[in-house]
């Protein structure tokens, strides 16, 4: 369940939004003290912020500035500000989308569903699926259980990285190759199969191989079990 943290100070609005979040199967909190917002935020450990910008005793251009000194977490920047001089100002602090107030629930839950698309897990320095752990700078597949390690490809880390955020669901060829070509890498059938293949011969030198699943018909799956 993705985890999303809200900054704002109209505590009737935090309260709604975090009831809108928890409705629509996302774990929800908002900041009780703005001048504790470091140390809430850090306890929560968010997957996603929204943050208003006009709040008491700061702003959210300066939280903004901050969490981006160390995290990539994906920002969307609340407020009753309407005119394009702040919204410029927010996404060149760092913001990644600007939602104007007052906004529907759909909208925000569209808002919200894009940004947790988008970055996936691309802002943490690791993944992590049961004694599978991957390292995102190094392209670095590791078992957490035997300490076992072996370094990936780009392409071959794309793949097991794609199949981590969806683990214990299937996953077709097709949308494997989508995702791949997005992220800036050429890649067709036979290159994809190449690269299942070495992927897979890495993950047995780890001892990890047991995780990766070929589905008859369907695709590919990274579970416990086989499906």
């Given amino acids: 369940m993705k985890r999303i943290f809200i900054i704002e100070d109209d505590m009737h609005l935090a309260?709604?939004?975090?009831?809108?979040?928890?409705?629509?199967?996302?774990?929800a909190e908002f900041c009780k003290e703005l001048n504790m917002w470091k140390a809430e935020f850090t306890l929560f450990q968010p997957d996603l912020l929204l943050l208003d910008i006009n709040l008491q005793g700061t702003n959210g251009y300066v939280i903004c500035t901050e969490l981006r000194k160390r995290t990539r977490l994906p920002v969307i920047?609340?407020?009753?500000?309407?005119n394009e001089e702040d919204e410029i100002r927010a996404l060149n602090l760092g913001g990644d989308d600007y939602l104007r107030k007052p906004f529907s629930d759909a909208l925000l839950l569209a808002y919200i569903g894009r940004q947790l698309k988008v970055h996936s897990f691309e802002y943490r320095d690791t993944v992590r699926y049961r004694n599978l752990q991957l390292d995102i700078a190094k392209r670095i597949a590791l078992n957490n259980a035997t300490g076992d390690s072996i370094e990936l490809t780009g392409m071959e880390f794309q793949i097991i990285f794609y199949l981590v955020g969806k683990a214990e669901t299937v996953v077709s060829r097709?949308?494997?190759?989508?995702?791949?070509?997005?992220?800036?890498?050429?890649?067709?059938?036979?290159?994809?199969?190449?690269n299942l293949s070495r992927l897979r011969s890495k993950l047995l030198k780890i001892k990890c191989s047991h995780l990766l699943h070929s589905i008859k018909g369907e695709g590919l799956s990274l579970c416990f079990d086989n499906m």
Avoid: M, Q
């Avoid at 097709?174 to 190449?194: F, P, S």
């Fill in 15 to 27: 309260v709604k939004l975090r009831s809108v979040l928890e409705k629509n199967n996302y774990c």
């Fill in 174 to 194: 097709g949308e494997i190759t989508d995702y791949i070509w997005e992220n800036r890498c050429y890649v067709d059938e036979n290159a994809l199969n190449v």
């Fill in 77 to 82: 920047f609340i407020t009753g500000r309407d």
